[in-house]
């Protein structure tokens, strides 16, 4: 079936650094989203991506579908502690599969 | 605040039992959908309901059972419940059936199976 898989699992950032999270999907997807989940709280989206090569900016996140949709990424520049949280990507096929997350701690 | 509303927010029982858990969606949301979450799980989708009619299932037991009543308010029965049962249940709803646009989650219902 349908797998999304998302590395790293966890990212440790010093602040003001930048990463980046990746989403791979077994299959061509219709779309991906993005969600962000704070410490204690619950997923909130960020973002679709609809279109091959859709690159869309938020602030310092930068979110990028690949050519042949079937992966994704979000990077982040100059970290700060509010962007501390666990990041899902969901890709659709059908139905949305969510990867495990990459968990994102900040060093101040 | 997302406008989903799930009750209750801590549920403690024993295993063998039974539990509703509720949810309801956003206002004009025909959508929703369950999620189990636990640590070493992830994120999982169970089940989504559009309008009164099951639409997807996901990773949901035979033990687990929902439904979307005429007022678009859901209830997630979980039923035999076992220790591994305990984890943090999410309600989601969105506008969308077929392709699904945002979703909002509700706070979570967090089960623990003792």
């Known amino acids: 079936g349908q797998q999304v898989m998302q590395i790293p699992q966890y990212q440790h950032v010093q602040e003001g650094e930048d990463f980046t999270t990746y989403c791979n999907s077994s299959?061509?997807?219709?779309?991906i989203q993005w969600y962000k989940q704070r410490p204690g709280g619950h997923p909130v989206f960020l973002i679709q991506?609809?279109?091959?090569?859709e690159v869309k900016k938020q602030k310092r996140l930068t979110f990028q579908f690949g050519e042949a949709k079937k992966n994704s990424s979000l990077h982040i520049t100059a970290t700060q502690t509010t962007d501390v949280g666990t990041y899902f990507c969901?890709?659709?096929?059908?139905?949305?599969?969510f990867g495990a997350g990459t968990t994102v701690t900040v060093r101040a | 605040d997302s406008g989903v509303t799930q009750t209750p927010k801590h549920l403690i029982t024993a295993t063998g039992q039974r539990v509703t858990l509720r949810c309801s969606p956003r206002?004009?949301?025909?959508?929703v959908y369950w999620y189990q979450q636990s640590l070493d799980q992830g994120l999982q989708f169970l089940i989504q309901?559009?309008?009164?009619?099951?639409?997807a299932k996901g990773n949901i037991l035979e033990r687990f059972s929902a439904q979307q009543f005429p007022d678009l308010h859901s209830e997630l029965n979980l039923s035999s419940l076992e220790l591994g049962d305990s984890a943090l249940y999410f309600c989601?709803?969105?506008?969308?059936?077929?392709?699904?646009?945002?979703?909002?989650f509700g706070p979570g219902t967090r089960l623990t199976v003792t």
């Open positions: 989601a709803s969105s506008v969308e059936s077929v392709n699904p646009y945002e979703q909002y």
């Open positions: 299959t061509t997807l219709s779309n």
């Open positions: 991506l609809v279109k091959s090569g």
């Open positions: 969901a890709g659709l096929r059908g139905k949305l599969s």
């Open positions: 206002s004009g949301d025909l959508s």
């Open positions: 309901y559009y309008n009164g009619e099951e639409r």
